[in-house]
């Protein structure tokens, strides 16, 4: 079994997206001047196209591309830019939860929904709750980039339920863009999470992408929970820009993430390593189109041989690694496969509340 981690879907049409306008306008500007000059391109002439070339409303984009690559499901994962870019989109929240749950019925075991949003909306909670009580969604996704740190109490409603129901928190560690603040992804903030939720799956998206001292951080933190999930996308290729390919990844610096993987391997352990993309299909945007015309099948192909190119560098993966992070890891986190091997007979049930910053005594 092979499930993609880190997939998003966008559900929106015509007068009624799923991206705000700004954000929308970001994306031309970055499709229009992101890379060398001359910039003789017009962004306004993109506009219309950003969210039509990547809108996937009934699954199919998505699906074939998880057919190319012989992958069973994927993780499902929503957007919800509105107030990191000062103005909202026209779907609301709920109505992306509800299109998300819906590809998820009319394509069981193979989509596996996640829900979302920036929990500084008015009815934030509601729409989670309900997205993960009513809809069936199978996880929690935080966004720290749109504006605050993984350990901000406002979320902590959030993670109690997700503790609650045995279902997986996704939280991202990597560079952004224009449109968003990376310093709130440091992974750092996510251990007072781990603190205060000590039987919380959290799944760690990224492992800090391109920042090697972040990698370090997502380690660390994995040491520090027996719950903590690595989710490696970008380190292997990274697709969004070709800026993005001047970091390290493994296309141009193979042996040194075969390294990293072996790390994480021997820190973490494989059954806490789990494959993602961080793909988003559509029109535009699928199968043999990804991966600057590499195919979605390539990389997942990565995966499947590296036992045989770990060992160019004298490191050894098994099968059943591969087989674990894969898809193994996933589906036992989204309840897909039972492995009775990890069923744990106790739980720790005694959070810790750590008490807030307070200013140090003077005199």
């Known amino acids: 079994m092979i499930i993609d981690a880190h997939m998003h879907v966008l559900l929106g049409e015509p007068g009624h997206e799923n991206l705000p306008e700004r954000y929308r306008k970001i994306l031309a500007m970055l499709w229009a001047y992101g890379g060398k000059p001359p910039y003789n391109r017009d962004p306004n002439s993109f506009l219309d196209r950003v969210e039509p070339r990547m809108t996937d409303r009934d699954g199919k984009y998505t ?39 819906s590809l998820q019925s009319a394509y069981p075991n193979r989509f596996f929904g996640f829900a979302g949003g920036d929990a500084r909306r008015v009815n934030a909670y509601a729409d989670f709750e309900r997205a993960v009580t ?44 224009t449109t968003c603040r990376t ?40 040491v520090a929970s027996m719950n903590v999930y690595l989710q490696f996308d970008a380190w ?18 193979e042996p040194m993430i075969i390294n990293m993987l072996d790390r994480a391997r021997k820190i973490t352990g494989a059954h806490r390593i789990v494959f993602g993309t961080d793909n988003n299909c559509g029109p535009s945007m699928h199968t043999d189109k990804l991966y600057d015309g590499r195919g979605y099948k390539w990389i997942v192909d990565w995966w499947r041989t590296l036992p045989e190119r770990a060992a160019k560098y004298d490191v050894e993966f098994t099968q059943d690694e591969v087989d674990l992070m894969l898809g193994k890891n996933m589906a ?21 509340r750590t008490p807030g910053p307070r200013p140090m005594p003077f005199g």
Not at 332 to 352: C, Q, S, W
């Open 63 to 101: 699906i074939a591309t998880l057919d190319q690559g012989g992958v069973d499901g994927a993780v499902l994962i929503p957007s919800d830019y509105g107030l990191a870019v000062g103005e909202d989109q026209p779907m609301t929240v709920d109505e992306i939860h509800q299109g998300i749950a």
């Open 183 to 222: 310093r709130f992804n440091e992974p750092l903030h996510i251990g007072d999470v781990l603190v205060d939720f000590p039987d919380l799956n959290v799944i760690i998206f990224h492992v800090g992408f391109p920042i090697p001292s972040w990698f370090e951080q997502c380690l660390m933190l994995s």
């Open 332 to 352: 036992r986190l989204l309840g897909a496969i039972d492995m009775p091997e990890y069923n744990r007979a106790h739980k720790f049930n005694t959070p810790v």
């Open 236 to 253: 292997i290729f990274p697709s969004f820009t070709p800026q993005q390919q001047g970091f390290l990844h493994a296309m141009n610096s």
């Open 134 to 177: 009513e809809y069936g969604l199978k996880g929690y996704k935080v966004m720290p980039h749109l504006g605050y740190y993984p350990s901000d109490r406002m979320l902590y409603p959030y993670y109690e339920k997700c503790q609650e129901l045995g279902i997986p928190v996704a939280i991202c560690t990597n560079m952004e863009w």
